[in-house]
């Protein structure tokens, strides 16, 4: 437990979710206040009160396979460098945008980078905005117009619901996850019911994501896409919006993501990159035609009511864009593989694997099939029964490996898991060393289970509970 407590973070976020029960226990406190402790409680009640108190990846105790610089380019510094050189390129930068960008907040290199960046993906036109959560608010906000309807993925990022919550589309449906057959199901369902669709004069708008951040599995576009080209007959009314924020810098060539690895540049309407996750740096980009360039300064907010992105941001966006194809790029790219490769090998060649799995201790549904699949994806899903899934947090925390556990409201209630993500600078080592620990816990849980200790919990949750205790905290749950 050395490594947990001397950087404190497991002690801090275990003692933020201690109830403050200001609701009923302090009348003089403004009502206003004591109604948003009353809420803050009821996360506090169910351990899933969220603190900004850690930061584990940069300390030199982590291990981070918890972080999203899958690259590493911030480990490593090479994001800084390559930032830095773009600034000293251009030494007479404004750092003010000076105003939205229709409202004076315009300005060459942002121009120059969007253009550069769309063309280098085979896009006509692209806007930078200042985060994915944003370009998702702005296309799902801007795009549909009345009349038009939204298909989506169940398990589409929370900025694509916020985005959809203020589109103008009639209508909202969900397909099951990557099935292919649902999709296939609800699009015609909705084909038939709308005339105005099936004759070409209104759209089908459908969201998805290149991989999906929880899951780590990635989308079956191909089959998508040709399953809209038959059912729309040439009349081009199904239309794709590809999140591509968990692929964006490792997939495809150069890192250039889903849709050009596939080879659907024309296909799809919209795509968003990120650059705040293998990049390392910041912001977004939404790459289109002119038409939706236009659409997207015209009708989503931001572009009106919010300052433009800056010099130094833009600047870092370019420099991590710069980045994808240079010989470190390609590299980590590769080293994300090796480690993918890895993990899987020693997981499912492991003799206790089947028996973990059997007996619902320990699960990676990506396992299954993982030599068939091309392509591996930096983020692995690890579960285990709910009621023991702190217990194998607290154990790979011990052993200064910081994987993220996942809980509601991020997934639905009974789905947490701990999410394992891997980086450019993770080693071959790190990745064995942390199925090692996994099935040390594992036989930890099967001794207790099958009344082979004397224990009821194990090693690291007894010392955490220990602890717990003498602060008079009370358990440390999931919902
Ligand atoms: C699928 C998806 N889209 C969008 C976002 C938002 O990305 P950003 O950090 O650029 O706002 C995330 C964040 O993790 C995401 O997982």
Redesign the pocket.
Request: hydrophobic share 15%.
């Given at each position: 437990m050395e490594s947990q407590s001397s950087s404190g973070a497991l002690k801090r976020q275990i003692e933020a979710q201690r109830l403050q029960l200001l609701s009923t226990s302090t009348k003089s406190i403004p009502a206003f206040y004591r109604n948003v402790e009353e809420a803050l409680d009821s996360r506090r009640a169910t351990h899933s009160l969220f603190s900004i108190l850690q930061n584990n990846w940069q300390t030199s105790l982590a291990i981070d396979f918890c972080s999203n610089d899958y690259l590493s380019w911030n480990t490593t510094g090479l994001i800084r460098k390559a930032f830095l050189d773009e600034l000293g390129a251009n030494p007479g930068f404004s750092v003010a945008a000076g105003g939205s960008r229709v409202m004076e907040g315009n300005y060459a290199y942002i121009e120059e980078t969007e253009q550069e960046i769309a063309t280098w993906h085979g896009a006509q036109a692209g806007l930078i905005v200042n985060?994915?959560?944003d370009a998702?608010v702005m296309v799902w906000s801007a795009l549909p117009r009345p009349g038009d309807v939204i298909v989506y993925d169940n398990l589409v990022?929370a900025?694509t619901h916020e985005g959809m919550e203020r589109s103008l589309a009639i209508q909202k449906t969900a397909f099951e996850h990557n099935d292919v057959k649902a999709f296939r199901m609800t699009l015609s369902t909705i084909l038939e019911s709308s005339p105005m669709i099936k004759q070409g004069r209104r759209s089908i708008l459908v969201a998805v994501?290149s991989v999906y951040?929880m899951e780590g599995d990635v989308c079956p576009l191909l089959e998508l896409v040709e399953i809209a080209e038959e059912l729309s007959g040439g009349l081009g009314n199904i239309q794709f919006v590809v999140?591509e924020?968990?692929s964006a810098g490792l997939f495809g060539p150069d890192g250039a993501g889903l849709v050009c690895e596939l080879g659907l540049e024309d296909e799809v309407a919209v795509r968003l990159h990120?650059y705040?996750k293998a990049m390392g740096a910041c912001g977004?980009i939404i790459l289109g035609n002119a038409t939706i360039k236009a659409a997207l300064i015209n009708f989503a907010r931001p572009s009106i009511y919010s300052a433009s992105p800056s010099f130094p941001f833009v600047a870092a966006i370019r420099a991590g864009h710069n980045m994808l194809g240079r010989p470190q790029a390609r590299e980590g790219q590769g080293k994300i593989q090796q480690l993918a490769r890895t993990f899987f090998e020693s997981l499912t060649s492991h003799p206790l694997w089947e028996q973990a799995r059997d007996r619902g201790i320990l699960d990676v549904p990506l396992a299954s099939n993982w030599e068939e699949r091309p392509f591996l994806t930096h983020i692995v899903p690890v579960w285990t029964r709910q009621n023991y899934l702190y217990w194998l947090l607290f154990h790979c925390l011990a052993a200064s490996f910081f994987v993220l556990p996942v809980k509601h409201p991020v997934v639905p209630i009974g789905q947490s898991r701990l999410r394992v993500t891997f980086h450019a600078a993770n080693t071959v080592a790190q990745v064995a060393g942390l199925v090692e620990q996994l099935f040390i816990w594992v036989q930890e849980v099967l001794d207790i289970e099958q009344g082979h200790s004397k224990h009821q919990a194990t090693s690291a949750a007894r010392e955490v509970y220990a602890w717990m205790a003498k602060e008079g905290l009370t358990g440390f749950g999931l919902v």
């Open positions: 985060s994915a959560f998702n990022h900025s994501e951040s999140d924020t968990h990120t705040s977004g």
